[in-house]
């Protein structure tokens, strides 16, 4: 099992470009896909963005493609989001997720392991 704690989420003004990182606990981090989703009040968790174990592949959701990316340090054990150009509609608490030698994947069911969660606030 991995355990994930995310941090860097906060007010951000709109336009702003906040960075979140996922620290993983385990040594098998380096064969894990990661994934970001996010989910804001009254919506349905959304995926935003997943790079493959191996880092040589990455996906994203339409919503963020474009301004979002992932980015991993193995040696660090650690995941990254970078998010430029916020909006208020990215306003939603980031989860970071593994998945044990898996293909990229946006399904949420996929990812086996999950963080806490970190709140980001966009304000206009």
């Known amino acids: 099992q991995v355990q994930l704690v995310e941090s860097g989420g906060g007010l951000v003004q709109a336009a702003g470009s906040p960075r979140l990182s996922c620290a993983a606990s385990?040594?098998?981090?380096?064969?894990?896909?990661m994934g970001w989703f996010r989910h804001a009040p009254g919506k349905e968790r959304e995926f935003v963005a997943a790079?493959?174990?191996?880092?040589?592949?990455?996906d994203y959701g339409n919503s963020v493609k474009g301004r979002f990316t992932i980015s991993r340090d193995n040696a660090k054990n650690t995941v990254y989001l970078q998010m430029n150009d916020l909006r208020p509609e990215d306003t939603a608490v980031y989860y970071c997720?593994?998945?044990?030698?898996?293909?990229?994947?946006?399904?949420?069911?996929?990812?086996?392991?999950w963080g806490q969660g970190t709140q980001v606030t966009v304000s206009s």
């Open positions: 997720a593994a998945r044990s030698l898996g293909l990229l994947s946006q399904n949420a069911k996929n990812y086996g392991d």
């Open positions: 385990a040594r098998t981090f380096s064969s894990s896909t």
């Open positions: 790079m493959h174990w191996s880092g040589g592949s990455t």
